[in-house]
């Protein structure tokens, strides 16, 4: 399992400084079911399910107690400042807009998207790939879908992505309609060769 990045840390740090700030104003605050951890005010809204066995179906919403193989795998992501973990059922769609500012939340769905490119990598390394081998069937595939009219950048250097034998389609539209505009540049530096899909 990889070491959750600094950025990820930092992230969920200021979101919980932010939160507490908010909530100690009363402009912002979970229910009192939630344990201070929620994506709003009302008990349906809490970002663990009230069972710990449960997972959160991230489509529904619904706190499920197996995710459908046919629709989704299971993830669970530990979080040391809540000191419990967040389980829940990933579909096959991934949502990336760098430029979201809708919400601190980033669950890589159309409404609490990822703000990075390889967040859904990593969570895909982690958790989608030994789920997604062990199918009978063929394997889903895997769609990131970026939002039209954003910049995002994944460093190699920094943060190597290599998907082998992957089923996963990337493409750039407007998340909220299937409008795909823009293209996408892939740079591969082993060969300075430059891919273009559109």
Not at 54 to 76: G, I, P
Not at 116 to 124: G, K, T, Y
Not at 153 to 160: A, E, K, R, V, Y
Request: proline fraction near 5%; glycine fraction near 4%; charged fraction near 15%.
């Amino acid at each position: 399992m990889l070491a959750v990045p600094i950025r990820l840390f930092l992230q969920q740090y200021f979101t919980s400084m932010l939160r507490q700030v908010l909530s100690k104003q009363y402009i912002l605050g979970c229910h009192s079911t939630c344990a201070d951890w929620c994506i709003g005010p009302e008990a349906t809204q809490c970002i663990q399910c009230p069972k710990s066995y449960q997972y959160r179906d991230l489509d529904t919403w619904k706190c499920v107690d197996v995710c459908a193989a046919d629709k989704s795998f299971n993830v669970e992501i530990t979080s040391e400042q809540h000191q419990s973990s967040f389980k829940y059922c990933r579909g096959f769609n991934y949502y990336v807009d760098p430029s979201s500012s809708f919400s601190n939340i980033e669950l890589g769905t159309q409404n609490f998207p990822f703000k990075a490119l390889d967040d859904p990598f990593r969570e895909l390394f982690n958790f989608g790939v030994p789920a997604l081998s062990k199918r009978v069937n063929s394997l889903p595939l895997i769609t990131v879908n970026i939002m039209h009219g954003s910049n995002t950048t994944i460093h190699s250097d920094n943060m190597p992505l290599i998907m082998v034998n992957s089923d996963v389609l990337i493409q750039q539209g407007n998340i909220f309609s299937p409008i795909f505009l823009g293209r996408i540049l892939i740079t591969e530096r082993s060969t300075w060769n430059s891919i273009e899909l559109l």
